[in-house]
């Protein structure tokens, strides 16, 4: 406490913040609340400070309830976790509570710990979304076969739930595709990327691996060559499913048509402005955290949506249909470069302001060989992710291309 103490008197609420991460569970929520009451302050967050200044002064359910779901709403739902079991060691099983703990779990990805939080009450409780809730925290767990028992056993939903079962269904009908020839374990990053999100992951990381990484980036500082790499395994994937684009469709933003440039010197195709209701184009994104989604939840006939890019830690709008790789910061090749003088001091190199056909046309002629890393990561060669491709091709383009909020049971190290 005095250290959160020191925190906030200094006006470091980021850093408050950070500390409260890590030793929140064990501290009363009453002083976690006088904390986050001071913070909400000078955050001017007046629903926080609000809720927090009443739990501050009275624990009782109603109080615990507020704070928790001020928390959940201000991006802080670890917060609101010991407040929300507070509130439930008081009142077991109630509804309300027990919905906002489960999704104060959801968005910090404790998807085991909502399984167990919902399994002792799912009998008494609505199935709709009890049940639902249940097997789609144990497909994000990684219990597969738990998933599909839960999923078994809902009635069918009403129109409001109706998307919620179909999402659900999908997901389990590509793990299931998937699982035939990859094994879904905590370290299978292909495999469940495309069973969440429908999403074939082009490249593996190469570094890290057993270090936390586990196949995803953390920072990364992108390069022509790379871009020809997942241009390269594009391809593959196109040609494992049997799809033949007959255009490339340009995203809007310099970084997507640079690339989607590249892409159709490359494949031989026209590129053309992107039109959502073109059938058989292959859309180019480098990543889709800088294009508006607008068009792109629903696929038009034959079209392909391909990510270089993707960030794992703050997902896009719309989960693309093939991803280059997983990164959680990344820096283009003709971005602002930090790069070292021949005295050892860093500095900033300009951005790369060449047209953009010049910088597509280096993408082509850039070596493709995949980059060795550091010898951890296990082999990705390209009849791997061939025969992956063809395992699942099946169910691969189908449906609406959803958000995946969660990094699902492979887990990575991540900047705080």
Do not use: K
Request: charged share 25%; with cysteine; glycine share 8%.
């Amino acid at each position: 406490m005095s250290e959160a103490r020191e925190l906030l008197e200094s006006g470091d609420i980021s850093g408050l913040i950070r500390h409260l991460r890590f030793n929140a569970d064990a501290m009363e929520p009453a002083e976690v609340a006088r904390l986050m009451e001071g913070a909400a302050a000078v955050s001017g967050f007046d629903d926080m400070r609000e809720a927090a200044a009443a739990l501050a002064a009275r624990q009782e359910p109603q109080q615990l309830y507020d704070f928790g779901y001020a928390c959940i709403e201000r991006g802080v739902a670890f917060l609101a976790v010991p407040a929300l079991r507070r509130a439930l060691e008081m009142m077991p099983g109630e509804p309300a509570l027990l919905a906002e703990l489960v999704s104060a779990l959801e968005r910090e990805n404790r998807n085991a710990e909502a399984v167990a939080a919902l399994e002792p009450h799912v009998d008494a409780l609505d199935p709709w979304p009890s049940r639902y809730l249940l097997a789609y925290n144990a497909l994000f767990s990684g219990d597969l076969d738990r998933a599909a028992r839960e999923a078994a056993r809902l009635p069918a939903p009403d129109e409001q739930w109706g998307l919620a079962n179909d999402r659900l269904a999908r997901m389990l009908s590509r793990a299931a595709a998937a699982r035939a020839v990859s094994p879904l374990d905590s370290r299978d990053l292909r495999g469940w990327h495309f069973a969440l999100g429908g999403s074939v992951l082009a490249t593996i990381s190469p570094y890290g691996f057993e270090d936390g990484m586990t196949g995803r980036f953390a920072y990364t500082s992108d390069s022509f060559a790379t871009c020809r790499r997942t241009l390269d395994r594009l391809r593959l994937v196109l040609d494992a499913a049997g799809r033949r684009p007959t255009s490339v469709g340009l995203l809007p933003g310099r970084s997507s048509r640079i690339l989607g440039l590249a892409a159709a010197r490359l494949f031989g195709l026209p590129a053309e402005p992107f039109a959502p209701d073109r059938p058989g184009a292959l859309v180019v994104a480098y990543d889709l955290n800088e294009t508006d989604p607008g068009g792109l939840h629903e696929r038009a006939e034959g079209q392909v949506l391909f990510e270089h890019a993707s960030c794992w830690t703050d997902p896009p709008a719309v989960s693309a249909d093939v991803a280059g790789f997983l990164h959680q910061v990344v820096v283009s090749p003709w971005g602002e470069q930090l790069r070292f003088s021949p005295g050892g001091e860093p500095e900033r190199a300009p951005e790369d302001e060449r047209p953009e056909e010049e910088l597509a046309a280096e993408i082509v002629a850039a070596d493709p060989a995949p980059e060795a890393g550091d010898g951890d990561a296990p082999p990705d060669p390209d009849e791997r992710l061939a025969g992956f491709v063809r395992a699942v091709a099946g169910h691969w383009l189908a449906g609406p291309r959803y958000m995946v909020h969660s990094p699902g049971p492979v887990p990575s190290s991540r900047f705080a």
